[in-house]
């Protein structure tokens, strides 16, 4: 069974090209995370929606013009016959770029009605992006269905990421909410909080500090998350200092990302938009990993209180010891 739609881009065919291939393109309207070996039976790996992941190999490029490759799901639950092929045709047209998509070899109606509804969502998004700059966040990626420490930090890296691809090169001295760090020093602890734990997962990671912060995070986070949903929740991880539960590994990148998606955002003075759900699950998160002994080494201040009516994002900063202000 097959998916077929156009779209005009206002775009060239070169930055269309750029945006169905590119990782730190796609996340603007398609991935929350994306691998990419752009080459002819070069592999990829986009994090569709956090929990979600697609996969396969590139089998035909033309730059600027074509590219085609399979298409399957990584979920356990994933029938066997779930790899089918996607091409995507660019031509030059009035008023900007054609953009034909057509997925082939869907094996089922229920596939065909399920990869039409996703298709349908990103194109839309697809079309805001080259129309203006900025698809807005993916509502499908604010709060997992299924939500456990993996899924969620995918959900909480897309909020992190957002939040960093505004801050500009004149924001590097601007003091965060946490005391000692400005938000050059915070984004050097965010990546080396990263590239911590992906060593500890066995993850091959290398810190840019010339990278633009969306991006620098960005490719830190996508080889760890993809090392940790292989490796799984099961068992201890040693982290040189201590043995840890996977899941309070996980839930520390959690905290990682979202606190200091808040910490970022109210340094630029902008407020970030986080679901009721997603922040009272990373709560829970947080009430489970921050003991009274990790608040004694440092890590973490005094609880603060907050008032009846806070956020729960609030809620949740505040328990990791930031001072919200009514």
Known sequence: MIYDKTVLLPLNVDQAFELITQPARLRRWQTVAARVDLKVGGEYRWTITPGHHAAGTFTEIEPGKRVVFTWGWEQPEAPADNVSTVAITLEPAD????????????????????????????????????????????????????????????????IVQRVLAQVTEADAQTQTPCADFNVSQLLDHLAGSIANIAKALGAEVADDAGK?????????????????????????????????????VASILNLEFLVHAWDFSKALGFEVSVADELTDYVEVLAQNTISEQVRASGSFAAAREVAETASSLERLVAFTGRTVHA
Do not use: C, K
Request: glycine share 10%.
């Open 95 to 158: 008023g900007g770029t054609s953009v034909r998509l057509v997925h082939e070899g869907l094996p089922t109606p229920e596939a065909l009605a399920g990869h039409s509804e996703g298709w349908n969502h990103y194109l839309d998004r697809l079309l805001a992006e080259a129309s203006t700059g900025d698809a807005g966040a993916d509502e499908w990626a604010a709060a997992p269905a299924d939500l456990n420490e993996l899924t969620s930090a995918d959900a909480t890296l897309a």
């Open 212 to 248: 633009s912060p969306e991006v620098r995070i960005a490719d830190l986070a996508q080889p760890t998350l993809e090392a940790f949903y292989r490796r799984g929740l099961e068992g201890t991880i040693d982290m040189g200092f201590a043995e840890l539960p996977a899941t309070m």
